[in-house]
């Protein structure tokens, strides 16, 4: 067997990334799911491992910006990592994740984020969940949308014809909500691909708009199945995503999509812990809420990232962080943190909390809270009373929120 080498993919290599991860995750290689994929590649961004010049293990990152409480910063969004199965075992994994960690700290960007195939994998180098996703499917019966005062409109379309609604809507709501990521053309030509054999035997993804006083001010982008027993109609719609900046157009939207003619039941894959749907139907067990893991975040330059993200309330605190994978965010911090500024420095002052690197990540976004992570074990209070003001302060007004696999 020949030694293994680590080095940055070329756009020649796509082809075989993709056999070898589509081999790795148990599927059979898919020419449209490849050309869908390939829009994201970034081959300067992407690392491969080679043993006698073929291809064994990968991981890639894509160059985009996401939103976090207060604000938007450039991240890693990290993906397509697998290895092959003749090659486990031996440290690859931990060689490409180092190496990937490393050079997005380089490039300015202060944390990584991933959706991971399995999350006891990402812990090991520091990932931690910090957006969890509630999957809901609804017994429309049970559905009690409040009708709204305004005179708002829904027109639907196909995704492509509705695009540049959909681009202009999403652009207003995605800073606000920590969590989302930004989405060049290339990335909504990804979202909007459509591939047939990733509908799960539903229809063709539709669209649909509100119009309210002020212009378009939502959409959701969805399909349904068609489906009858012997004793009628049992269709289901499902909702990929809805996206609205108006209270007015949230309800809207969902009155839609619980009141297609031949279904019986709306489903949504992933959406926040904090959805007015929960306060709007009779009898909440009939939602069928399932809470799994979303969004994980890796923290790669701490003074950068706890400088760049504002906070609920004023805190002053030296924060005591431990990494094992990257030596330069060990140390004590001294956060000075508002809702309009704030600001992160190394310091030799006595430690008010003392935290593993991925407390960090699971707070960044807002979704943890660090009382909740000192229970699991990830954060001492040293100084009391300072558990409580963090706390505090790395809530934010919007719990953080993930939808869209990357």
């Known amino acids: 067997m020949g030694d293994i080498t680590l080095e940055s993919a070329s756009a020649d290599d796509w082809d075989e990334i993709h056999e070898m991860f589509s081999a790795a995750l148990n599927f059979d290689p898919n020419p449209a799911g490849s050309a869908a994929d390939r829009q994201l590649f970034e081959p300067d961004r992407t690392l491969v491992a080679r043993r006698d010049g073929r291809i064994v293990a990968t991981i890639g990152a894509v160059t985009r910006r996401i939103a976090i409480p207060g604000g938007v910063i450039d991240a890693a969004h990290s993906g397509r990592g697998a290895v092959a199965a003749t090659a486990r075992r031996q440290g690859l994994l931990t060689r490409l994740l180092h190496r990937h960690m490393a050079d997005a700290r380089e490039l300015g960007e202060s944390i990584s984020v991933c959706w991971a195939s399995e999350g006891r994998i990402y812990q090991r180098y520091g990932y931690a969940l910090a957006v969890r996703r509630v999957g809901l499917a609804l017994d429309t019966r049970e559905a009690g949308v409040p009708v709204t005062s305004g005179a708002g409109v829904l027109a639907d379309g196909s995704p492509e014809e509705l695009r540049d609604v959909l681009v202009k809507t999403y ?36 669209a649909i708009t509100h119009e309210g006083e002020q212009g378009i001010d939502g959409y959701a982008l969805w399909r349904a199945t068609g489906d009858w027993t012997d004793t ?20 809207e939207l969902w009155r839609f999509l619980t009141t297609i003619d031949l279904t019986r039941t709306t489903r949504i894959w992933s959406c926040s812990v ?17 809470v799994s893991d979303g969004l994980w975040v890796r923290v790669l330059n701490v003074p950068q990232a706890l400088a760049a993200r504002r906070y609920a309330a004023p805190v002053d605190v030296v924060i005591e962080v431990r990494d094992a994978v990257l030596p330069g965010n060990t140390g004590r911090w001294r956060l000075t943190g508002a809702p309009g500024s704030a600001t992160c420095v190394a310091t030799d002052d006595d430690a008010d909390l003392r935290c593993d690197i991925r407390a960090l990540g699971a707070a960044y976004l807002g979704g943890a809270s660090l009382t909740a992570l000192a229970g699991a074990g990830l954060v001492t209070e040293l100084t009391p009373g300072s558990l409580a003001a963090a706390t505090t302060a790395f809530g934010w007004h919007r719990p953080p929120s993930a939808f869209e696999i990357f």
Do not use: C, I, N
């Open 274 to 290: 904090d959805e007015p749907l929960f306060y709007w139907v009779g009898e909440p067990r009939k939602l069928s809420a399932t």
């Open 232 to 251: 009628g109609p049992v269709g289901e719609v499902r909702v990929e995503e809805l996206v609205a900046t108006t209270a007015e157009a949230y309800a």
């Open 171 to 206: 652009d207003e709501a995605y800073a606000q909500r920590p969590g989302w990521s930004e989405r060049t053309s290339a990335h909504w030509d990804y979202r909007l691909a459509d591939l047939p054999h990733m509908r799960g035997g539903a229809t063709a993804l539709r």
